[in-house]
């Protein structure tokens, strides 16, 4: 026996006989994001655990949406209400600071998926976006051909009762429908929709394309940043966020957040107020409070809140002492015709559970506190929140499959707070995502599938709607 063999009993021969139990794996793009998002969410779940003392917080408003321009109907609803979800996220090489080239100048459709096609059955919907008139945006992803899935981007013209394909886009690339909660994806990745009008809208979700036609062509839009970590328009302006250097699920350095024109965009590459967050920010979600854009990010020291400064710079704001100065986790607005924020700051944990203040704000500069210790959700990983005017409130939790999550509402302003009578039921993974387009109605979505809920009465009964 010579003497690099191993002997019997030795370490080496232990080692030997568990490498030879070693199944390969593929090396690839897919297995490392799963492995990644993995440790990201227990990271996530024991930060919360801790939130109150680390401050962290959680703005909502009264929905997703930002659009308040009026339509048609009873009770009145934006002409243009985006909601959406955030995206999930998936690992990324560091990219330059400008935006990625698309396919091409109109977005290559793939074949097969061509417009007002039926939506193919394994359609997974992961955003939405109501544009007014009846115009609801469902983007998402599908089989195209060969193994592979690609975005996809659905429609309806009469309030989701029926839907088609809009247009779907060759070359791009799709992100994890496992992963909750986040948004930092690769550059090619378009996961997102908002619409400011049912002709012009935008998707995104790493890179960004636009359209004025209700969809049919898509351009390139241009941005600075490595990626578009979040977009949000009201139907006049468009608002976006993009990170400089973005790999794994997170950013480091440079956030900046640029104003566009709906009416005459040009893009917003070279423009935008700025932040330095150092290494690690993640999770950074956009609302337009009393008409000036805020973003709440996640750091590893807790949550930020920022507001422009001036036309160079971001800075940091606070939902006040009961908050102990911490900042936002997500952001949204209301749906109201003079939307305001709403905020959660979480105050206690235990046995798998978050307390929550709530906490309202008509601009995201002044804060008055409404309840101190009403909200209790499960600690899943993730939360959202939505509100349909400023009595009427939704919040859920999710991210893990263990616990699942929760789903409350409340009719007080967030005073008290009840599990719906109607409540839909528990998706395996809790909720992803919620938001308000108007009226009394409710969108929440489970995942992944090609269903969503919906609630005209405020939150308190639910119908599934399946996109297909």
């Not at 993995?38 to 919360?48: C, F, I, L």
């Not at 308190?460 to 399946?466: E, F, I, L, R, Y």
Request: proline content about 8%; overall charge negative.
């Amino acid at each position: 026996m010579s003497g690099n063999e191993p002997r019997p009993g030795s370490v080496e021969e232990l080692f030997a006989r568990e490498r030879a139990l070693v199944t390969d794996l593929p090396a690839d793009e897919e297995r490392w994001q799963r492995i990644v998002q993995a440790a990201r969410w227990r990271r996530r779940s024991h930060r919360r655990r801790y939130a109150g003392a680390a401050a962290a917080v959680a703005l909502l408003a009264a929905g997703v949406a930002w659009a308040t321009a009026h339509g048609t109907g009873t009770p009145p609803r934006p002409a243009a209400t985006t909601v959406a979800t955030p995206g999930p996220t998936q690992a990324t090489a560091p990219a330059p600071s400008t935006s990625a080239p698309a396919p091409s100048a109109t977005g290559t459709a793939v074949p097969g998926l061509a417009r007002g096609a039926a939506v193919p059955q394994d359609f997974t919907v992961l955003s939405l976006s109501n544009a007014g008139h009846g115009h609801v945006y469902a983007m998402g992803d599908a089989s195209c051909g060969h193994g592979v899935r690609c975005p996809v981007l659905a429609g309806s013209t009469d309030e989701g009762r029926t839907w088609a394909v809009v247009h779907s886009f060759d070359g791009r690339t799709v992100p994890d429908p496992d992963v909750v909660g986040a948004s930092v994806q690769p550059a090619g990745v378009l996961s997102q929709v908002r619409f400011a009008t049912p002709e012009v809208g935008w998707v995104f979700g790493g890179g960004a394309m636009q359209t004025r036609d209700g969809g049919r062509t898509w351009a390139p839009y241009p941005h600075s940043g490595a990626a578009v970590v979040a977009l949000e328009t009201d139907g006049q302006q468009v608002v976006v966020v993009t990170g400089q250097s973005c790999s794994t699920g997170s950013c480091s350095g440079q956030l900046t957040m640029a104003t566009d024109s709906v009416a005459q965009p040009h893009g917003v590459a070279g423009g935008g107020a700025s932040a330095d967050l150092g290494r690690g920010w993640n999770e950074p979600v956009l609302a337009l409070g009393g008409g000036q854009p805020v973003v709440s990010v996640w750091t590893p020291v807790g949550g930020v809140l920022l507001q422009v400064q001036d036309t160079e710079s971001l800075s940091p704001g606070s939902q006040g002492p009961v908050c102990r100065g911490g900042g936002a986790e997500v952001v949204t607005t209301d749906a109201s015709a003079h939307p305001g924020l709403v905020g959660l700051c979480t105050t206690q944990g235990a046995a798998g559970s978050l307390g929550y203040a709530v906490n309202t704000s008509p601009d995201g500069l002044t804060w008055s506190v409404v309840d101190a210790q009403s909200l209790t959700l499960v600690n899943a990983g993730h939360i959202a929140l939505a509100a349909a005017d400023r009595s009427n409130l939704l919040a859920v939790s999710g991210g893990n499959p263990s616990i699942h999550g929760s789903l409350k509402v409340s009719h007080d302003g967030g005073h008290t707070w009840v599990v719906p009578a109607g409540a839909p039921p528990m998706p395996t993974m809790g909720w992803r995502w919620v938001g308000a387009p108007g009226g009394a109605t409710f969108y929440a979505l489970g995942g992944p599938g090609p269903a969503y809920w919906v609630s005209h009465d405020h939150g308190d009964h639910w119908q599934k709607v399946t996109i297909g």
